[in-house]
């Protein structure tokens, strides 16, 4: 059984900074790519960043230059450093693995930015 486990969430002012950690855990096959999602209310998940194996990594247009995602191969583990927060990065933050044995989802972790 996988496990993500994230960590980081919580209240920040405009123009602050945070960063998120999602580890994973459990037998799983290799993994292909690492990544972070978020869901805002009334609103679809998106994409933030993915950081595919071996590739470059993909950032949300809205994110480019404030966010920087981060892989430890080692243990399994994704980061997400969230710079120049502004109120409408107010969401549910998602960590996904994809690995060959499947597509996996951490629980979610709340980030709020106040104006």
């Known amino acids: 059984q996988v496990q993500l486990v994230e960590s980081g969430g919580g209240l920040v002012q405009a123009g602050g900074s945070l960063r998120l950690s999602c580890a994973a855990s459990g037998s799983f096959s290799g993994i292909n790519v690492m990544g972070w999602y978020r869901q805002a209310p009334g609103k679809q998940r998106e994409l933030v960043a993915a950081s595919p194996s071996g590739l470059r990594t993909i950032y949300a247009e809205s994110v480019k230059g404030r966010f920087t995602i981060s892989r430890d191969n080692a243990k399994n583990t994704v980061y997400l450093q969230m710079n120049s927060l502004k109120p409408e990065d107010t969401a549910v933050y998602y960590c996904?693995?994809?690995?060959?044995?499947?597509?996996?989802w951490g629980q979610g972790t709340q980030v709020t930015v106040s104006s």
């Open positions: 996904n693995v994809g690995s060959y044995g499947g597509n996996y």
